[in-house]
């Protein structure tokens, strides 16, 4: 069974940055499609970013030039720099995982974390 863990959340001014963490277990990680998702008060979870097991990216519109995910293979674990942060990125940002390709939904969630950006 999957298990993705998410830290590194917190309040932040806007302008400033924050990095999430995302340790997996019991998966062949670098096999899996490794992803950022964000899910805003009374609005649905959208993607954030994506990393296939080759380190090939993607990115929300809103987010690219601000964020950026990257991985360790040998530490299955995947992270999640943000730079220039907007109120508007306030959110719990949940880890996902799917094995071998990057499709909508993925197979297994971390629980989230929540980031505040102050105004």
């Known amino acids: 069974q999957v298990q993705l863990v998410e830290s590194g959340g917190g309040l932040v001014q806007a302008g400033g940055s924050l990095r999430l963490s995302c340790a997996a277990s019991?998966?062949?990680?670098?096999?899996?499609?490794m992803g950022w998702y964000r899910q805003a008060p009374g609005k649905q979870r959208e993607l954030v970013a994506t990393?296939?097991?080759?380190?090939?990216?993607n990115y929300a519109d809103s987010v690219k030039g601000r964020f950026t995910i990257s991985r360790d293979n040998a530490k299955n674990t995947v992270y999640l720099q943000m730079n220039s942060l907007k109120p508007e990125d306030t959110a719990v940002y949940y880890c996902?995982?799917?094995?071998?390709?990057?499709?909508?939904?993925?197979?297994?969630w971390g629980q989230g974390t929540q980031v505040t950006v102050s105004s």
């Open positions: 996902g995982s799917k094995a071998y390709i990057c499709s909508w939904p993925p197979g297994s």
């Open positions: 990393i296939t097991g080759g380190g090939s990216t």
């Open positions: 019991g998966t062949i990680f670098r096999l899996n499609c």
